[in-house]
């Protein structure tokens, strides 16, 4: 399995709290991705990242933000958790050739806000 | 922009049986695509990417596709269904450029039947 940790695995949070997800990746891969998992929409894109300091919009990026500070680590945070944020987020990484290329996912963080 | 459409959210099929997973797809340029597999309560795995060097392509556990530039598909078959491949397949589309970002469709969930 690719190094990719992501923590925590569970989290129950109140509307309006800031809420930070947290992947950790080993394998030094250039690209990480955020995405969200909800029935009926499969995944979608949240932010990615192309490098240190380097990221980007996804489709669904409104009330998400990212940072990724060194290599191995790209957070997602939600500013003040709604919500329509209940989901199952996953990261990804994948080598320097981008999205073409394989992508290694996570195993997933259930967020639930109430 | 690229996108990708899977008919048919639910598939059901005898142990034994064919299984055919179907996915169009849309792309202004010529797409990579993918097919990931997501076995409950896991984080998604790569059966098979389409990349132009072949346009049948052959994945891990059986898996086949054969990309269709006049159909514009890319469809998931497996001559002999078994319990275990009982998941959520997606398919997915980018681009050529390390930038392009991974979409996914919102996927097909096989039950086997013994």
């Known amino acids: 399995d690719a190094g990719i940790t992501q923590s925590p695995r569970h989290k129950v949070t109140e509307t309006g709290t800031p809420v930070t997800l947290r992947c950790h990746q080993t394998?030094?891969?250039?690209?990480m991705y955020w995405y969200r998992q909800d029935p009926g929409h499969g995944l979608r894109l949240i932010h990615y990242?192309?490098?240190?300091?380097?990221?980007d919009k996804g489709e669904v990026s409104d009330g998400y933000s990212v940072s990724r500070s060194k290599t191995e680590d790209f957070l997602l945070t939600l500013e003040s958790a709604t919500s329509s944020q209940t989901s199952v987020y996953f990261c990804a990484i994948s080598t320097s050739g981008g999205l073409n290329t394989e992508a290694f996912f996570g195993q997933g963080t259930r967020l639930t806000v109430v | 922009a690229q996108s990708v459409t899977q008919l048919g959210s639910h598939v059901s099929v005898s142990e034994g049986a064919l299984v055919l997973l179907r996915c169009n797809y849309s792309?202004?340029?010529?797409?990579?695509l993918f097919w990931y597999v997501q076995y409950p309560n896991q984080g998604l795995q790569l059966l098979l990417k389409y990349t132009s060097a072949a346009t049948l392509v052959k994945g891990i556990n059986g898996f086949e596709a054969e990309f269709k530039k006049s159909e514009t598909s890319f469809h998931l078959t497996k001559p002999s269904a078994h319990m275990s491949d009982a998941a959520e397949y997606f398919c997915a589309v980018t681009g050529r450029g390390n930038t392009d970002k991974l979409i996914f469709g919102t996927g097909t969930r096989l039950q086997v039947f013994p």
């Open positions: 792309s202004s340029v010529p797409p990579y």
């Open positions: 394998e030094n891969h250039r690209y």
């Open positions: 990242s192309y490098g240190v300091k380097d990221t």
